[in-house]
């Protein structure tokens, strides 16, 4: 029993620098999800988040390099719902942008999180191509809806266990957001050829 004072100040040594990391990781992880939603929302109004994104991606790599020994708090909740939100804006960046995507490895996450950010960026391409329909640009609206398409087959491979990534939530969304934007196009790009030969017409009276 001489050692038992020192069995517990060790695990309570242990206990302390866990507790201490893990604070760190909520509030980079605040950060993560503050800065990401930032970039986001300034993409919607034209503006450039790039230095943001660039911040929030040079914050992941630091959040998984303090949490390289405390792989439980890396995969905890908090951490990867705001990896996911850096992965969703800077996909969604390098499309608006006209870019090559992102890897997991260049923004510092595991590829489960990347892929559902990916998830979530069809539903801000929505919003995009609706933005597009409102200014009569139903060519850039068309363009946004292939990449969702492409996106949507891309996240629809992954049919696995929700112990190894829960993204079926998130498949069954897109689904529907992508349903929804294949209606509005189609709409749109009807009236625009109706209006067309409508003017078509008038011309020949």
């Not at 605040?30 to 109004?45: D, E, N, P, Q, T």
């Not at 640009?137 to 049919?159: G, K, Q, S």
Request: glycine share 6%; net charge negative.
């Amino acid at each position: 029993m001489h050692n038992l004072e020192l069995i517990a100040q060790r695990i309570q040594g242990s206990l302390d620098e866990k507790d201490e990391v893990r604070e760190i990781a909520i509030k980079s992880s605040r950060a993560l999800i503050r800065m990401s939603s930032s970039v986001v929302h300034g993409m919607h109004k034209g503006q450039d988040g790039e230095a943001m994104l660039m911040e929030a991606i040079d914050e992941s790599h630091k959040l998984k390099s303090v949490l390289s020994e405390h792989v439980d708090i890396w995969h905890s909740g908090i951490v990867q719902d705001a990896l996911q939100e850096v992965a969703e804006a800077a996909i969604l960046t390098a499309i608006v942008k006209g870019h090559e995507l992102p890897t997991p490895d260049q923004l510092g996450m595991p590829g489960t999180a990347y892929l559902m950010g990916m998830a979530d960026t069809i539903g801000e391409l929505r919003r995009f191509s609706l933005e597009a329909l409102r200014r009569g640009d139903t060519a850039t609206a068309e363009r946004h809806l292939d990449t969702m398409e492409e996106m949507f087959l891309v996240i629809m491979r992954f049919d696995y266990p929700d112990a190894i990534i829960s993204i079926r939530r998130k498949q069954d969304i897109a689904r529907s957001v992508l349903e929804k934007t294949r209606g509005d196009v189609a709409v749109a790009v009807s009236g625009e050829r109706l209006s067309a030969r409508m003017s078509e017409l008038e011309k020949k009276l």
